[in-house]
């Protein structure tokens, strides 16, 4: 028999005669990967009975029974994933074979997995403070590696021990920001997959940390209420990456959609005369490649001017300039109205005069300084195109400005520190302090209280969206407001000029700006593809080709080039049938 099916390392037996139709989807389009129809597997053969045999057969309600399976076909493996059991009678039961990312879509869906409820490890560090001050928030917090207790044995997650500010609560406080890149590695350990060495891996994207009010020793405390499935497609769409996994070897890359296709050789085919095209009106398939992207910040009250509305946006008075040098050469020489009145453009930045207060003693003061502002606004590619939103995005920060008294003098600190409105991952925030702001005191409230009922307990909801940060590795001066000297701390920031204090030592330059930026690296570079689909016309053709092509190539047809969406291919009890289904969009 040229088809073997294998659940759980156990050879079944499909029926004789059926078709299998297995399909291979294209992850650049579809995000997923190979699956097929319904597979009748008959309980009137032994071996079946026997696999099935402790299977209730008469029971009515929903079953979700997962097996690891392998589907080899003239002894090559076509499929090693998971097999989804989808009913089940007297003669006969029936699995769905999944591999690839659409397994990853199959324990998303009906497994119910939450990268959130993973074990991610549990780590118990020592914090070193550094020589300096002798103050809190002047040191330096050093991870002794060498004391760290890490319970999970699928690697370990770097972090970093900074400071946060809860708007909820009204108070900052230390928490440890997790790696994201290195959360991803162990979610995918997690799922069976090991991720492959990308550029994710290099400088600035594997210094990206996810942004927590809430202080905890798990990161996956830290992340949303997403299924993996959620997540890959909200770092597909921030990263402008496709994820391809290697069924066989166990290994996920992270891919450029830049690079995607011009890094594979090309499938030339002969089609038959039989063909179909689908046509839409509007296109409705979305693409990060060609989608108009935005931001879904958070409702932080320091987002204030990173992000402006769309009616300013569109209808503020702007000076137009070549290069951001040359809009601050013109504010500079402009009058004090005129600074606040304009916005200075350039290619890569938008400045404006913008009212800052400061501390003078005991008195608040304000200046007017060159701002720049909406750094984070969206990536427009076409006016009336589709409209795709990240949920993982910059989160906001604020300026937390403290008085301190070291060795008997009083000194004003500034800091820029992430902001959080609604402190992702957290549970009850009794964890974190509760206050009761009534009277204009702050008092928190007492245990008995909460017991007795007299006080409640709000649970809060998780934000659907994860707010990430850059933590480059080297620590930054920081200074004091009235004084000579300065102090150290990792710098958290978004963008390498946005909310910076003049007198600090500036951070890499690095962005998440979508838009061009001045920066060295920034997010839309990841953007820019230079080439797209006509995604308004899906041709339908059958070609005869021995074996099964490889989708995520490019197909000639004709001598024009084309994007394959997905492969349909018929397995029969002699093997892979000649005659393949591909559906297609033109490269334009």
Not at 382 to 387: D, I, Q, V
Request: proline share 4%; net charge negative; with cysteine.
């Amino acid at each position: 028999m040229a088809t073997v099916l294998f659940l759980d390392g156990i050879q079944v037996y499909p029926s004789s005669g059926q078709n299998i139709k297995l399909t291979r989807e294209n992850p650049y389009f579809t995000q997923s990967d190979s699956y097929t129809l319904d597979v009748t597997i008959p309980l009137d053969i032994l071996e079946n009975m026997r696999f099935f045999g402790n299977i209730n057969r008469v029971e009515k309600k929903k079953i979700v029974k997962k097996f690891q399976c392998k589907l080899i076909v003239n002894n090559r493996i076509l499929l090693d994933g998971s097999a989804k059991m989808v009913q089940i009678t007297e003669k006969e039961v029936k699995v769905q074979l999944l591999g690839g990312n659409s397994e990853i879509n199959f324990l998303s869906e009906d497994s119910k997995v939450y990268i959130d409820e993973m074990d991610l490890g549990f780590a118990g560090v020592d914090l070193t403070e550094s020589a300096g001050w002798g103050t809190a928030n002047s040191q330096i917090f050093v991870i002794d590696w060498s004391k760290v207790i890490w319970t999970c044995t699928r690697g370990y997650v770097r972090f970093v021990p900074k400071e946060v500010y809860d708007e909820t609560l009204g108070w900052s406080h230390i928490a440890f920001h997790y790696n994201l890149i290195d959360m991803l590695r162990t979610i995918f350990k997690n799922l069976g997959y090991e991720l492959g060495a990308s550029f994710l891996d290099q400088d600035p994207w594997d210094k990206l940390y996810v942004a927590t009010a809430n202080y905890t020793n798990h990161p996956s405390h830290t992340l949303p209420h997403w299924t993996p499935k959620n997540l890959l497609d909200e770092l597909k769409k921030l990263f402008n990456i496709t994820f391809v996994f290697d069924q066989l070897n166990k290994k996920v890359t992270a891919v450029a959609n830049s690079t995607f296709f011009s890094e594979l050789p090309v499938n030339s085919i002969e089609v038959t005369d039989e063909f179909s095209v689908e046509m839409s009106e509007e296109n409705s398939s979305q693409s990060v490649s060609s989608d108009n992207l935005s931001y879904d910040m958070s409702d932080s009250s320091h987002h204030d001017y990173d992000v402006i509305d769309d009616n300013v946006r569109n209808n503020a008075p702007k000076k137009e300039f070549q290069t951001s040098t040359q809009a601050r050469t013109a504010y500079n020489a402009a009058t004090e109205d005129e600074k606040k009145k304009n916005i200075y453009c350039s290619p890569t930045s938008k400045m404006t005069g913008w009212i800052n207060e400061y501390k003078d003693g005991e008195a608040i003061k304000e200046r007017l300084e060159l701002t720049q502002i909406d750094v984070f606004s969206p990536l427009v590619r076409e006016e009336k195109g589709n409209k795709m939103a990240l949920k993982i995005c910059p989160v906001a920060i604020g300026k937390w400005v403290e008085e301190e008294e070291i060795y008997g003098r009083k000194h004003i600190v500034e800091y820029r520190v992430p902001s959080l409105s609604c402190p992702t991952g957290s549970d009850n925030v009794v964890k974190h302090g509760l206050e009761n702001t009534s009277g204009g005191g702050t008092e928190q409230y007492t245990i008995q209280e909460y017991i007795q009922g007299e006080e409640s307990i709000e649970k809060q909801e998780k934000e659907d969206r994860m707010q990430i940060m850059f933590i480059p590795n080297t620590p930054k001066s920081v200074p004091w407001k009235i004084s000579y000297t300065k102090a150290m701390a990792y710098p958290a920031f978004t963008d390498y000029l946005l909310k910076k204090d003049d007198n600090a030592e500036q951070p890499p330059m690095w962005s998440l700006s979508l838009n061009p930026s001045d920066a060295k690296y920034y997010i839309g570079q990841l953007h820019n593809n230079g080439f797209s689909f006509n995604m308004k016309a899906k041709y339908c053709v059958k070609f005869a080709y021995k074996g099964i092509p490889d989708a995520k190539r490019i197909f000639v047809i004709r001598n024009k080039r084309y994007g394959c969406e997905k492969i349909e291919v018929n397995i029969t009890d002699e093997g892979v049938a000649d005659i393949k289904t591909a559906y297609l969009y033109e490269l334009s």
